[in-house]
């Protein structure tokens, strides 16, 4: 079956522009969650949806940062007035629950620039 | 604290070589799960190998094996007879499991780039 897709997989924006993110999780997978891996701060998380909910927004990073995830499927990374800090891949991952009994699958990712 | 470390950010290796990657991690809950992603330079992490807390048995993939001690914290993972295609990035994470359960998210070390010369 299909994997865990993202769109873009490449994004170039100027600073202070909003932008969006997309991910497909694999079909039928009721976790998702997003991540950020830069060169200074590695792979962090940001927030996890079990269904459409998400629990925890702990993670991210600043309120300009949101997510939704709609019909338990495909979810929305929404950075609104982009900072050159957030340039970065966004990596996007599902598994069938939230725990750690269950391997997440990750997508290729999309690569964000802020100029 | 919740925390992996991999304490080599770089290794280099000649093809069959054998090579170990080391990773040692802190929790403070019994029940947890650890793993082993792969990131070849494509960019998609790929899974290699996940354990529970409870199943300290070595495992042993192909070219491939895992060591997991408790008594030291540690979850290393070793190539044998390393080939050019294992040149990748190579992360070990965690997910702590607490009582009621857990957000599953994985707490990754900052990773091992690992490079076999021909």
């Known amino acids: 079956g299909a994997g865990v897709s993202q769109s873009p997989s490449n994004k170039v924006t100027e600073k202070g522009k909003d932008v969006e993110l997309r991910c497909d999780p694999i079909?039928?997978?009721?976790?998702l969650y997003w991540y950020r891996q830069s060169l200074g701060q590695g792979l962090e998380f940001l927030i996890y949806?079990?269904?459409?909910?998400?629990?925890?927004k702990s993670g991210l990073p600043s309120d300009r940062f949101s997510a939704e995830r709609t019909g338990g499927s495909v979810s929305t990374l929404t950075i609104q007035r982009t900072q050159q800090e957030d340039s970065a891949v966004y990596l996007c991952?599902?598994?069938?629950?939230?725990?750690?009994?269950?391997?997440?699958?990750f997508g290729p990712g999309t690569r964000l620039t802020v100029t | 604290a919740q925390k992996v470390t991999q304490a080599q950010t770089e290794i280099s290796v000649v093809e069959k070589e054998d090579v170990t990657l080391d990773c040692v991690y802190e929790?403070?809950?019994?029940?947890?799960?650890l793993f082993w992603y792969k990131q070849p330079p494509s960019g998609e992490l790929v899974f290699l190998i996940r354990?529970?807390?409870?199943?300290?048995q070595n495992e042993i993939s192909g070219r491939y094996s895992w060591n997991f001690q408790k008594s030291t914290s540690s979850f290393n993972f070793t190539i044998t007879a390393s080939q050019v295609v294992d040149s990748a990035v190579y992360f070990c994470?965690?997910?702590?499991?607490?009582?009621?359960?857990?957000?599953?998210?994985?707490?990754f070390g900052k990773g091992t780039k690992l490079s076999v010369k021909p």
């Open positions: 991952a599902s598994s069938p629950g939230t725990s750690g009994r269950w391997v997440q699958y």
């Open positions: 079909s039928g997978h009721t976790a």
């Open positions: 949806f079990q269904g459409n909910s998400a629990p925890d």
């Open positions: 929790t403070r809950d019994t029940t947890y799960y």
């Open positions: 354990r529970n807390s409870f199943d300290e």
């Open positions: 994470a965690l997910i702590p499991e607490y009582y009621g359960g857990s957000q599953g998210n994985l707490i």
